[in-house]
């Protein structure tokens, strides 16, 4: 690990939100009295019932609970949209870069508050009301922003499912929330290519008995198939649509949200979050961490899919009346250099993206970002997944000249928004260190027996406290919400990372220690993949593990054995590799598969994945104790044949 440490610039110290002192003060009020810290905090939104509760929440089994200003209603559209109209209304809120380079589109607040109007009695119109469900498949376009505003208006719950997601892993979404309707478009582009995401919608549906009604917005103008009586064209309904749509008032604690997201084991789990809480903490994270300026631009690269789209591609800088760049497209399209020309076209201030992607920009050069001039930058962000120092330093360097801090977040979906982070005024960096955790966020590292760990140490990460934004439960599963995060270390929310924590006070986040792996910044279960695998007629057992991965970070590394008689070849790698994306996605693919007669198992049955990773990584010398296996012998025919497919 590097030792360098960056002290805070001085023209950031300058003009900085929280500077040193004033992060002092607000650590030092939250620790004294937490409520009235979070009373004053709230009241960056607009209540339209005041709360008299703060905090109500308790880990403890017996009187599990969490609850934020459960007796004050708000809006979050009307927090994201109407009060900024007296003041900004003719401000850009929202900047879209299309895919290709010549498309865009400004929107004021005073448009996207229409827009959003327009949308939301749409929703009504088609018979949606509060509290139902709404899935969400939508390309990056403006309507995606729309259509999430548009649910929160009329206090109905989005599930919004990544566009890279197959029909399959779609209608398990939709089945799970029993969706009423779907947004999808004709289909997305990315890099030059269309997305089927309709085509995607009607295959899905196949298996979605609860979805009455799917609107299409046109992207691409591409050809799709319309069921008579379901599916409708967005553009004839917007045109119609009144631009007046009161909001409601939704209690603190009712849902906003759901989000699937990949655990240890299992189906996906529907992330809840609820109003209040998970709107103040993205507007406040969104502040502080990013020390947003009024006017700047700021662009978080992530997709509308993933949580880091919702917190900080629109919640959080809507809330905060910023302007924010919503970008269609991919890095490395039409060239390596469009991050960074999108920064100079627009003047983005805080760009905010994952290690994977600066991993391979980095890989193509420093010309690429040279060939910009970069000046209106101000603050760098990354998010998702550890980022090595040497990324981390190319970043700084290359990207920031030197200038820029790196605000490096931790934090996951279930967390709502950013936890672990520097605030640029306030806090050196250390390149490869998420640094400190914010204002009531008190992380704690337990040893594997849950013995809490003092000072510099190793440990697996909790949070012993809990924080506004925090998940609330896994949609219609509260048992599996508290046995998930709560059962593990009784009493601290377990966030399923190992970290190390400096003789600073510095936390450093090795990654998952649970059986889950991180590929390009996005979850995926080891489970999810397996049973993908085994779906396939060949394949009798699958084992998957994560692997080193020099631009994703981790790889998906992948131990099948085949059904008798079955021959393992360069045919069926492919085929099973095909397969798994079909299921699954894209974003599952199988790095490397290996045909395996045999898995190390303990003689009751249980695979030992900690060998399987050890050959996964090439790191055979320190396979521990293999004395417990059924037959030991299976790992020296395992550790043989991933030679031939590495
Ligand atoms: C926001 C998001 C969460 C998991 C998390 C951790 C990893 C995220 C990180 C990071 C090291 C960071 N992670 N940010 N690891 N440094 N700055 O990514 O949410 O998709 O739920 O993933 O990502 O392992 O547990 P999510």
Not at 503 to 523: L, P, Q
Request: hydrophobic share 40%; glycine share 8%; charged share 20%.
């Amino acid at each position: 690990m590097s030792e360098a440490v960056y002290p805070v610039p001085a023209h950031i110290a300058a003009s900085a939100t929280i500077t040193a002192e004033k992060a002092a003060v607000m650590r030092a009020a939250v620790q004294q009295d937490p409520d009235a810290f979070w009373r004053q905090e709230a009241r960056r939104l607009d209540w339209i019932t005041p709360f008299t509760r703060v905090n109500d929440s308790n880990f403890n089994e017996a009187d599990f609970a969490i609850s934020w200003f459960s007796d004050g209603q708000l809006n979050v559209s009307a927090n994201c949209l109407d009060r900024h109209l007296e003041t900004r209304g003719d401000q850009a809120a929202i900047i879209w870069e299309g895919d290709n380079p010549a498309e865009s589109r400004v929107i004021t607040y005073r448009q996207l508050h229409e827009e959003v109007c327009r949308f939301a009695n749409v929703l009504k119109d088609q018979g949606v009301r509060r509290g139902d469900r709404v899935t969400i498949y939508l390309p990056m376009i403006p309507e995606a922003a729309f259509a999430m505003l548009a649910c929160t208006r009329i206090g109905a719950i989005h599930s919004i499912v990544f566009g890279g997601f197959s029909p399959d892993s779609l209608a398990s979404r939709i089945r799970d929330c029993d969706s009423r309707l779907v947004i999808t478009a004709d289909e997305g582009l990315r890099g030059g290519k269309s997305v089927p995401l309709k085509a995607n919608v009607d295959a899905a549906l196949d298996h979605c008995a609860s979805v009455e009604k799917v609107i299409v917005v046109q992207r691409t103008g591409g050809a799709v198939k319309m069921v008579e009586g379901r599916d409708l064209f967005y553009a004839p309904l917007r045109d119609a649509a009144s631009v007046d749509c009161p909001y409601e008032a939704m209690g603190a604690e009712d849902p906003l949200f759901i989000l699937y997201t990949s655990g240890s084991t299992g189906t996906p789990k529907g992330v809840l979050h609820t109003t209040g809480g998970y709107l103040l903490w993205a507007s406040l994270t969104h502040d502080y961490v990013f020390d947003y300026k009024p006017g700047e631009v700021y662009w978080c690269t992530a997709d509308i899919g993933w949580v880091t789209g919702h917190s900080y591609v629109v919640y959080g800088p809507l809330a905060n009346g910023a302007t924010t760049l919503m970008f269609e497209g991919v890095p490395n399209y039409p060239d390596h250099s469009r991050f960074w020309q999108v920064c100079d076209k627009w003047n983005v201030a805080i760009f905010y993206t994952a290690p994977t992607a600066l991993r391979a920009l980095m890989r193509e050069g420093d010309d690429y970002v040279k060939s910009s001039s970069r000046k209106s930058l101000r603050i760098l962000g990354s998010v998702g997944e550890p980022i090595n120092p040497e990324a981390w330093e190319w970043y700084h360097r290359v990207v920031g000249e030197d200038r820029c801090p790196i605000v490096d977040t931790w934090w996951q979906t279930e967390t709502g928004g950013i936890l672990i982070a520097p605030l640029p005024g306030a806090t050196a960096l250390k390149p490869g260190s998420a640094t400190q955790p914010l204002f009531g966020v008190e992380p704690v590292l337990v040893d594997a027996e849950g013995k809490v760990l003092e000072g510099a140490t190793d440990g697996n990460l909790c949070i012993a406290q809990s924080w506004p934004g925090q998940m609330r439960t896994v949609y219609n599963d509260h048992d599996r919400f508290f046995q998930t995060y709560f059962s593990t270390y009784p009493g601290y929310y377990f966030t399923g990372d190992g970290c190390r924590r400096d003789a600073d006070g510095y936390y450093w986040i090795t990654g998952r220690v649970d059986d889950v792996i991180n590929v390009s910044g996005h979850r995926m279960g080891t489970a999810e993949v397996e049973s993908a695998l085994v779906a396939h007629a060949k394949v009798a057992e699958a084992a998957v593990v994560g692997m080193p991965h020099a631009i994703k970070g981790q790889g998906i590394y992948a131990y099948v054995t085949l059904n008798a008689g079955e021959e393992g070849d360069n045919a069926l790698r492919k085929e099973l590799v095909a397969w798994v994306r079909r299921e699954i996605g894209p974003i599952a693919t199988p790095d490397v598969i290996q045909f395996a007669p045999g898995l190390p198992k303990t003689r009751s049955g249980k695979i030992m994945r900690r060998i399987l990773r050890k050959i996964a990584e090439g790191d055979v010398s320190s396979l521990g104790d293999t004395s417990t296996l059924a037959d030991p012998s299976v790992v020296d025919h395992l550790i043989a044949d991933s030679r031939l497919v590495n």
